[in-house]
Each structure stands twice: as C-alpha cells, then as structure tokens.
C-alpha cells in the first residue's frame, strides 16, 4: 500500500492494524470512532496538529515504500 495526504484511516487501518501505533504515538487516540475512520491523513493531522507529511513517510516506510 502506498500512502498519500489522502488516504484514508480506515483504509490504513485495514489494510494492516499494526499501524495504529503511528497514529497512537502522535495522539490520535479516536481510531475507533467512525468519523476518525472516514478521515484522511492530512485531515486527522490538522485537527491534532501534527505534520502530515512526516506521518506519511513513517507508514510508507512500514509499508516498505
């Protein structure tokens, strides 16, 4: 999986689970809730004030991309 600003939690998320330590470690606490889901990476980023681009490059790189 390749991931962009765009793509969406949910889809990270199910695509492989062990990815919610990234999100865990930058705060974002509310994967279960759907509206959390039905972000993308830029979107959940602003709202918890983190840079999106870095969160990015960490899943990428879990993804070996």
Do not use: W
Not at 27 to 32: F, I, N, Q, R, W
Request: proline share 5%; aromatic share 4%.
């Amino acid at each position: 999986m390749v991931v962009t600003r765009k793509t969406n939690l949910g889809e990270i998320l199910d695509t492989d689970p062990s990815t919610a330590v990234y999100f865990m470690e930058i705060g974002m606490h509310c994967l279960g809730c759907p509206s959390a889901r039905g972000e993308n990476i830029e979107q959940a980023c602003m709202v918890h004030g983190v840079d999106p681009d870095a969160l990015v490059e960490k899943l990428n790189a879990h993804f070996g991309n």
